[in-house]
């Protein structure tokens, strides 16, 4: 399975952006899509993930202002991001599940998200 996240760039607290991620290669082995985000000096931080039944969660951090959502016909999965706050500055990485699996096995490259106040 190969990943491609696209989208990210800078924008102003409250604004919005949309990241995507598209998934190559043995597709039917996944089981679920996800987020996650490093800012600079922080941990990795799980975001959001969208299982193949169409059951999506949340971090706390991003529940209400985020959204995962899917094109299951160009195996593409998207995080919409809406009122962006200077706390949302990171690296985005989308990550891959296989079935039978409970942990991420793919990520896609990062890309940079920078919110400014």
């Known amino acids: 399975v190969q990943l491609q996240a696209s989208g990210g760039g800078l924008v102003q607290a409250g604004g919005s952006l949309t990241l995507s991620c598209e998934a190559s290669?043995?597709?039917?082995?996944?089981?679920?899509r996800g987020w996650y985000r490093q800012a600079p000096g922080q941990q990795h931080e799980w975001v959001a993930t969208?299982?193949?039944?169409?059951?999506?969660r949340y971090a706390d951090a991003v529940k209400g202002r985020f959204t995962i959502s899917r094109d299951i016909a160009k195996n593409m999965v998207y995080l919409q991001m809406n009122s962006l706050k200077p706390d949302d500055t990171a690296v985005y990485y989308c990550?891959?599940?296989?079935?039978?699996?409970?942990?991420?096995?793919?990520w896609g490259q990062g890309t940079l998200v920078t919110v400014s106040s």
């Open positions: 969208l299982t193949t039944a169409g059951i999506t």
């Open positions: 290669g043995n597709v039917r082995s996944i089981n679920e």
């Open positions: 990550s891959a599940t296989l079935r039978l699996t409970n942990r991420p096995a793919f």
